[in-house]
């Protein structure tokens, strides 16, 4: 599983590793019951000191994302997939809205905005969404890492 950490971000880095952990379960590449890496594993991984990825952990268990087996580790909840959809069309949803208001503000019309939306859903509709891609792989016993 790869992690894309932005130290420049205006979200602090354990919420980005907490989104990215969330959108990878959504997406089908994290699966409940599957055990997470260790906090020494992923921080190692990561190049992150180990209290931000435990701070990451202890986060998503709040959210009832996962959860610690005894003995054995971090495991992925079975109602994480739920949870994780809802919170990434959540994020989705807030990110274009924020560019919508970029452009609203930098006095592009209503047409334009449209358009530009138009397009760029007709380049996306000739390709197979990412988070299918990996489902697909994955049921086919195939990495999408």
């Given at each position: 599983m790869y992690f894309s950490i932005d130290v420049h971000s205006d979200t602090a880095i354990y919420l980005q590793l907490v989104r990215?952990?969330?959108?990878?379960?959504?997406?089908?590449?994290?699966?409940?019951?599957?055990?997470?890496p260790s906090v020494r594993m992923l921080s190692q991984q990561?190049?992150?000191n180990p209290n931000t990825v435990s701070r990451a952990?202890?986060?998503?268990?709040?959210d009832g994302v996962i959860e610690a087996l005894r003995g054995r580790g971090m495991v992925v909840c079975e109602q994480a997939p739920k949870h994780?959809?809802?919170?990434?069309?959540?994020?989705?949803?807030?990110r274009i809205g924020?560019?919508?208001?970029?452009?609203w503000n930098a006095g592009l019309s209503r047409t334009q905005i449209e358009s530009y939306v138009q397009?760029?859903?007709d380049d996306l509709a000739q390709r197979t969404p990412t988070a299918?891609?990996?489902?697909?792989?994955?049921?086919?016993?195939q990495s999408a890492d």
């Open positions: 990215q952990i969330k959108f990878a379960i959504a997406s089908g590449t994290l699966r409940p019951g599957q055990l997470l990561v190049a992150l952990f202890n986060q998503l268990q709040t994780c959809r809802k919170d990434r069309e959540m994020v989705v949803n807030e924020a560019i919508m208001t970029e452009a397009s760029h859903l299918l891609q990996s489902s697909a792989d994955s049921t086919n016993g």
